[in-house]
């Protein structure tokens, strides 16, 4: 008897493309990817592009009173004229800085101690982890005027809860040394939770065997934090730190919801997002204002790209 033979079919992928074919048909077939994803792609590049090329053309102009009104084209004047303010822009920058460097601090140093006391399941885990997450569901603005409430020296909650105990009022949000640190402290307690979401998420994602390794060999906890559980945790606490550091460097709505116009009468919470709004919706000096915002979105450029470059040599 003769064997049987099947047909051989090649898959439709397979096949080589017909004589016939256009050169443009094989070209498309071949990127089809890139040309699915480029309606989309041309889209969010206008909506990125445009608005920063508008606003660094206003920052070459002496644009005021009105975007529509005639301008003259100055150069870089508005840019030597910011930079040698020493009475509002570079105190906005520290503030900036210090406000940054300071929420962002303890919102890690918190998120971690709280994402590795949920890590491990216990009694009652679900309810706590839907405790810690009640600030984020409140908007910054309802935040900020909740806490304006608390922190109001005469009718204030905290002021009273301080009398029990026999310390005396304080000014809090209307002190002009105690306001940045009171609006540090509303950050802290609204954004703290979803460094915990992130932090929390890259601990469920360990092994356990490096853990169960050195818990054999006789480490500490603290050894075992330092030496096993943060270096494999690293990567996600930059990612942490990239979303939330950008974050909090554009704070405004708590800001301005506490303060209002200005920072306060002394400027005394005024960073450079409420120095630039100021500039724009108070004094019409969109020049000025566009400046600011220009040379704050170079700032905030480079500090994605020192993130992300120390991201990039921690996943070799």
């Known amino acids: ?17 017909s004589p016939e074919t256009p050169a443009w048909s094989r070209w498309a077939n071949e990127h089809r990817k890139w040309l699915f994803a480029a309606p989309a792609m041309i889209f969010v590049a206008v909506l990125i592009i445009f608005p920063v ?4 053309y206003l920052s070459l102009t002496d644009a005021e009173g009105s975007v529509r009104a005639e301008s003259e084209f100055i150069g870089f004047q508005n840019y030597l004229d910011v930079l040698r303010d020493t009475d509002r822009f570079w105190p906005a920058v520290w503030r900036t800085a210090l406000f940054t460097g300071v929420v962002l601090f303890f919102e890690v140093v918190l998120g971690m101690a709280i994402a590795l006391l949920l890590w491990r399941p216990f009694r009652g885990e679900k309810w706590v982890r839907v405790a810690i997450l009640l600030p984020l569901v409140a908007t910054p603005v309802a935040v900020g005027m909740m806490w304006r409430l608390i922190f109001d020296p005469n009718i204030g909650m905290a002021n009273q809860v301080l009398g029990w105990v026999g310390i005396g009022p304080q000014p809090w949000l209307s002190g002009q040394n105690s306001a940045l640190p009171t609006t540090m402290f509303i950050d802290i307690w609204q ?8 932090l929390l998420a890259g601990l469920t994602s360990l092994s356990d065997e490096p853990q169960e390794a050195a818990l054999i060999d006789g480490a500490s906890t603290w ?15 930059i990612v942490a730190i990239l979303l939330r550091g950008i974050d909090a460097l554009k704070t405004f709505d708590i800001l301005y919801a506490t303060k ?14 409420v120095y630039a709004y100021g500039l724009s919706f108070d004094y019409n000096d969109y020049g000025v204002s566009s400046t600011v915002l220009i040379i704050f979105f170079l700032i905030i450029i ?9 991201k990039k040599g921690l996943n070799r």
Request: no cysteine; aromatic share 8%.
């Open 302 to 310: 480079g500090v994605m790209w020192a993130l992300t470059y120390r």
């Open 260 to 273: 209002g116009r200005g920072g306060g009468s002394f400027h005394e919470v005024e960073t450079l997002n």
């Open 191 to 198: 954004w703290t939770p979803m460094v915990v979401l992130i």
């Open 53 to 56: 090329a508008w606003t660094g």
């Open 223 to 237: 050894q075992r934090f330092r030496h096993v559980t943060l270096p494999l945790l690293m990567p996600t606490v």
């Open 1 to 17: 008897m003769s064997a049987v033979t099947t047909p051989v079919t090649r898959s439709p992928e397979a096949r080589p493309p």
